[in-house]
């Protein structure tokens, strides 16, 4: 089993920035890549950045391209979110997720293992 535990979020003015933290404990040597995922009040769940651990390759929403970089640190089992520029529409609770697959993807179903979530909220 893989347990995830996201911190980091908060209140920031839009133009701002936050930098998301996601710890991740267990059977770490099955996990191969790693994601940040948000939903917004009743909207789907969307995916935005995904990383494998191994090389370091990534994959961005266009929604965050230029704005958001997601990265890793394997010696402290931590996957990181840097958010710039925000604005309101990024406003929801972002999730970290974790798969046992090398097929980094922005797509929810291809992901075993979740966090609970911490809330980013941007004001205008």
């Known amino acids: 089993q893989v347990q995830l535990v996201e911190s980091g979020g908060g209140s920031v003015q839009s133009g701002g920035s936050l930098r998301l933290s996601c710890l991740a404990s267990g059977d770490l040597y099955i996990i191969y890549s790693m994601a940040w995922f948000r939903q917004a009040p009743g909207k789907e769940r969307e995916g935005i950045s995904c990383i494998r651990r191994a090389d370091a390759w990534t994959k961005d929403a266009d929604s965050v391209k230029g704005r958001f970089t997601i990265s890793r640190d394997n010696a402290q089992n931590t996957l990181y979110l840097q958010m710039n520029s925000l604005k309101p529409e990024d406003t929801a609770m972002y999730y970290c997720?974790?798969?046992?697959?090398?097929?980094?993807?922005?797509?929810?179903?291809?992901?075993?293992?979740w966090g609970q979530g911490t809330q980013v909220t941007v004001s205008s």
């Open positions: 997720a974790a798969v046992a697959s090398w097929s980094c993807s922005l797509n929810r179903t291809d992901f075993t293992y």
